[in-house]
Nanobody, 127 residues
Framework: QLQLVESGGGLVQPGGSLRLSCAAS????????IAWFRQAPGKEREGVSC?????????YLADSVKGRFTLSRDNAENTVYLQMDSLKLEDTAVYYC???????????????????WGQGTQVTVSS
């Protein structure tokens, strides 16, 4: 069974940090394009960051997180991480990881490009 499971969300004060994890089972993340998305109440799901299949560097899908969020991939653990620093109130959302297993596809901020999704993890930034 192909599955993505996110963890690491929680409540944090502005300026704080969290690290989200996205663990895959049933397929290798190394050969997939993996993205983090988020969805705040009443808003559309937006792309946050992405790493292409067999790539070592990630890209930002949202300008608002540049320099504060870092995506990394641990192939041995078959897990992708999202390190979130200097968190702001507006970062509050449910965060999802998503995988595109089609060979040759690049990072995309369109949700329709991804065929596997995790269940999401809540991140709340509040004082």
């Amino acid at each position: 069974q192909l599955q993505l499971v996110e963890s690491g969300g929680g409540l944090v004060q502005p300026g704080g940090s969290l690290r989200l994890s996205c663990a895959a089972s049933g397929f290798s993340l190394d050969y997939s394009t993996i993205a983090w998305f988020r969805q705040a109440p009443g808003k559309e799901r937006e792309g946050v960051s992405c790493i292409g299949a067999n790539k070592d560097t990630f890209i930002y899908l949202a300008d608002s997180v540049k320099g504060r969020f870092t995506l990394s991939r641990d192939n041995a653990e078959n897990t992708v991480y999202l390190q979130m620093d200097s968190l702001k109130l507006e970062d509050t959302a449910v965060y999802y990881c998503a995988a595109n297993r089609r060979s040759g596809d690049e990072c995309d901020d369109d949700v329709r490009a991804y065929d596997y999704w995790g269940q999401g993890t809540q991140v709340t930034v509040s004082s």
